[in-house]
């Protein structure tokens, strides 16, 4: 506090400022003046809520001086800057992360203390932004994250839907939906910038003449018009100047195409276009990793993409710049192919704007763009149906032609005579209908092309990419993904941060490799007392949290056995549930069996359309009901659903874990991330070499990982060999026996139809080879209650973990994107003082 005083000091700003000051005195000024003059209330009548308000823009204030000047230095110097693309945004709450990151987090806890409450109890008010699905919306927040802690100039750009995530509750065993309704009650950390503001036209067709020069001039005549209006949100670095922007853009009707209706007296006309330009950012698809192909969907990712392209466009012309030169000035992250739609309408800006020649644009736009991929699943590749596509952007599909006829003479050069490759690599599929392939088009109209984990990436180049990577290798490599340590342990496990910290101090918070230091304290007997003291105190808090969100009682001496994430066949939910039912026959046949006492922890969502997915949540409740109330168990196993997962959630849930289960179907998961924040909390990982599990084993070491299953290479060798799941189920007469009690209804009060489209799946197709691998699965996990027992061993290999986790920080991510495909650096912002500025 002292050193931010002396250098406000320093800096000519008022120390006790009510805006900017620190101290706990200022800041207990700064929120009753917001509750009075923003909320418009005194104490005694003031909501959580108003002090909620009033303490984040309290907060908000002391963000404001650095999002300015960081603002001030990115537009007027010659610095890079990145833009990273994504339909998702998955942030989580803001207030006690800006605490962190602006290093006021305890005199803040005093300042609300004085004022009568505990900070806690405002934080637990915020309602999160559920502006994303899972993964890859999880990873765009860290990566901003990182970006701004690393002083990396950076904005990401989206869409502010009004409705994000759903909210899901357990009815009856059962996934019910309700909208998420976040901005209800405002949201401080938003600024509305009503003057930035774009228009995206939409549907329409295409004129073409020769205009007085010779020419050809492709006019888009729209069939509509929306506007983009820019809103904020300042993404603050960890103990930086950096206040980086995230600019989300929200559809509204422009005030011109009122007008024409209001005049020709078509009043609920002119309403009527209102509603559907709002329309257009007002809810989130629910999908994940399941491409759901309306044409609003397509409408959202142009309107979007459309509003950052002309967005970026505007600021570097503002500069004085030319536009030959963007590519310098901008470099687009595209987050998987949501946004690919981009590499078009650059060419479209380019072009009909800013009236360039194809080469030069061409030469711009394949600058500009790299692209992620996040999925190797087929169902996830987004393809558009010509005809729909044609409709909603006509210009865009002529150049769309455009680039695929110039590409594929290169191709034709290349492969000469090989027809599967040009149909593989062509921008437009033929089947029965006509249709556009994302993947292809943000592949061709990139520099660069990553996965996001070694195994990953290297299946890309052998898989669905292949025919590009023969291409033009040049462009791939791997950049595997990291997370947070901010919001995944300073923020969430405040306790173990305090633990770590008083061992090897806090650098390790910047730089995550340091907590290698940890390791010679693994084996310290009054470490690991200390270690699983913290565990067991955030595994009774959790204990606490299931209490009251769902009356039931577990045991935090048990084994937390927890699997958190989004319910997929391929992540295999099930796979887990048919052990729970094997322990438990365990237990049936022999009441005084000795097992290690475990509570299986599961929370996720489905896509509500999802229907096997859906039942898959109801088995888990099905057998969590029977298995809960069974005399016999005498409480030994407990199943747990914690409904609607969210980041808020993930926070209360991580730290508690003992057991982090990754067992999805190997060569199915890009990297995951979850799996990261589990082992960084010191849980330890039972996992298929999927994904990122395969470097997390190498780094911890593979006697501290507890792995199973096939590989990737198997599954596909057993595949290709004729895979018969009946076989397994013929062989294994536990297996039979699990399967047979669902199908009998000893889980479903003898209803035998309810899972049978589940049963019926594993038994004949089993895509995800769960039969293939229970076998397998129940062994290690007979080695896991073995290992638990040694309570020494087990801390020791937890510690470990955590220490051995480095790499997997977003700072080392984001430092390999910004060094190997970015090419953009730091710059450390100086201050304006805001008192001077005039
Ligand atoms: C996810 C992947 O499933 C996950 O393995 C990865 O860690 C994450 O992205 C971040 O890279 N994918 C999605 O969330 C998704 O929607 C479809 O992919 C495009």
């Not at 963000?63 to 990273?84: A, D, E, F, H, P």
């Not at 990577?469 to 995944?488: D, L």
């Amino acid at each position: 506090i002292e050193e931010a005083a002396a250098e406000q000091v320093k800096n000519n700003i008022l120390v006790e400022d009510a805006r900017t000051g620190l101290s706990v005195d200022a800041l207990k000024r700064a929120i009753s003046n917001n509750l009075f003059y923003v909320q418009g209330k005194y104490p005694e009548i003031a909501t959580r809520n108003d002090y909620f308000m009033a303490i984040s823009y309290a907060v908000r204030d002391r963000m404001l001086q650095r999002w300015t000047s960081s603002v001030r230095q990115y537009i007027s110097g010659k610095n890079k800057i990145v833009s990273y693309l994504s339909a998702e945004y998955l942030l989580g709450p803001h207030l006690a992360n800006n605490l962190i990151n602006l290093d006021i987090y305890s005199q803040m806890e005093q300042a609300v203390k004085e004022l009568g409450f505990s900070l806690d109890w405002l934080i637990d008010k915020e309602v999160e932004p559920g502006l994303g699905n899972g993964g890859l919306g999880r990873l765009a927040a860290c990566y901003m994250d990182s970006l701004a802690s690393l002083e990396v100039p950076a904005i990401g750009y989206g869409i502010r839907y009004q409705f994000g995530i759903f909210e899901q509750a357990i009815s009856d065993g059962w996934q019910v939906e309700d909208t998420d309704n976040w901005l209800r009650r405002g949201n401080p950390w938003e600024i509305a910038r009503r003057e930035i503001s774009y228009d995206v036209k939409l549907g329409g067709h295409v004129q073409r003449y020769i205009d007085e020069k010779g020419k050809l001039i492709n006019n888009w005549i729209p069939g509509w018009v929306v506007k983009g209006v820019a809103y904020d949100t300042p993404i603050l670095g960890y103990k930086v100047n950096t206040a980086n922007t995230l600019r989300l853009w929200k559809s509204e009707a422009p005030r011109t195409f009122d007008f024409q209706s209001f005049n020709a007296g078509e009043y609920s006309n002119a309403v009527n276009q209102k509603i559907i330009c709002e329309n257009i950012s007002k809810v989130l698809y629910p999908n994940d990793e399941q491409i759901e192909g309306k044409k609003l969907r397509l409408q959202q990712q142009y309107f979007f993409v459309s509003c950052s392209l002309q967005d970026m466009i505007n600021i570097h012309l503002r500069s004085g710049d030319k536009i030959e030169n963007f590519y310098e000035k901008f470099v687009v992250q595209l987050n998987d192919t949501h946004p690919s739609i981009g590499i078009a309408e650059m060419m479209r800006l380019l072009l009909d704007v800013h009236r360039m020649e194809w080469d030069d644009a061409w030469k711009v736009t394949t600058k500009t763009f790299a692209y992620t991929n996040h999925t190797l699943l087929p169902e996830a590749l987004e393809t558009w149906d010509l005809e729909l596509f044609a409709s909603v952007l006509p210009r865009h599909l002529d150049i769309i032609y455009e680039i695929n006829k110039r590409f594929l003479v290169d191709v034709t050069l290349k492969f000469f005579g090989n027809h599967q490759k040009i149909d593989s690599l062509s921008l437009i599929g033929e089947g029965r209908r006509k249709y556009i392939k994302m993947a292809n088009l943000a592949s061709v109209g990139s520099f660069a092309i990553n996965g996001v984990a070694s195994l990953h990436t290297e299946l890309l180049k052998k898989t669905v990419l292949k025919d590009w990577y023969e291409f033009s290798p040049e462009k791939f490599s791997n950049k595997t993904n990291g997370v947070t340590p901010r919001r995944w342990m300073v923020l969430s496990n405040p306790q173990l941060t305090k633990l770590i910290t008083s061992k090897i101090g806090d650098t390790w918070i910047k730089h995550l490799e340091e907590l290698k230091g940890l390791e010679k304290y693994a084996e310290d007997p009054e470490f690991q007392q200390a270690w699983m003291e913290v565990k067991l105190e955030q595994k009774k808090k959790l204990t606490r949290k299931i209490h009251g969100t769902l009356g039931m009682i577990v045991n935090p001496e048990s084994l937390f056995d927890i699997q958190v994430k989004r319910i997929h066949e391929y992540k295999r939910q099930h796979l887990n549930v048919l052990h729970i039912i094997t322990l438990y026959n365990r237990i049936k046949r022999n009441p005084d069996i000795d097992i290690v006492p475990r509570t299986f922890i599961f929370a996720g969502k489905s896509a509500p359309g999802y229907r096997k997915a859906k039942l898959i949540i109801k088995l888990i409740n099905a057998v969590g009901k029977v298995v809960n109330n069974d005399p016999d168990v005498k409480d030994r196993l407990k199943v747990v659903f914690y409904p609607n997962y969210n980041v808020t959630n993930a926070q209360k849930i991580y730290p508690a874990a003992d057991l982090s289960e990754q067992i999805s179907t190997a060569g199915k998961e890009a990297s995951g991330t979850g799996n990261m924040k589990l082992s960084l909390n010191g849980a330890l990982t039972v996992g298929t070499l999927d994904g990122a599990n395969v470097e997390i084993r190498e780094c911890v070491g593979e006697e501290n990982f507890f792995l199973f299953g096939l590989t990737a290479d198997e599954v596909e060798k057993t595949k290709s060999e004729g895979y018969r799941p009946w076989e397994y189920y013929k062989n294994n007469k536990y297996l039979r026996e699990v399967i047979d009690q669902i199908n009998d209804g000893y889980f479903s009060q003898l209803d035998q139809l309810i899972f049978k489209e589940l049963t019926d799946s594993l038994l004949y197709d089993d895509q995800f080879m769960v039969l293939a691998d229970y076998q397998s699965y129940v062994e290690i996990q007979d080695k896991i209650d073995e290992a638990f027992r040694d309570k020494s061993n087990w801390a020791r290999m937890s510690i470990l973990n955590t220490a051995r986790m480095g790499k997997f920080s977003s700072d080392r991510s984001i430092r390999e994107y910004c060094n190997e495909i970015w090419k953009v650096e730091s710059v450390p912002v100086e201050l304006i003082d805001p008192s001077k500025t005039s």
